[in-house]
């Protein structure tokens, strides 16, 4: 399984930004999705979810209200739409992918930078 992430760039506080990521190679039966991102010094740290049916969704509580996560099953996508963005969401957004709804990622994509700018 490959995965493309895009989306990233600068955006000004309070912008938003959309980003995508595209599932291709092997695919499974059923999938889930996420994001997580980097901050330079930190430790990656989960953002969002979205498991196959997308009915069951999570979300870090630093970006719930602000980020929405959806997918398209047929396309093999995943999207994170983010909205009044923050300096503290600069980062190296990730994408991944799990088979089934638990348990580990198995599966990564090689990161988009968000640069939030005040």
Sequence with gaps: VQLQASGGGLVQVGGSLRLSCAASGRTFSSYSMGWFRQAPGKEREFVASINWGGLSIYYADSVKGRFTISRDNRKNTVLLQMNSLK?????????????GDFGSYDYWGQGTLVTVSS
């Design 87 to 99: 300096p503290e969401d600069t980062a190296v957004y990730y994408c991944a992918l799990r088979r």
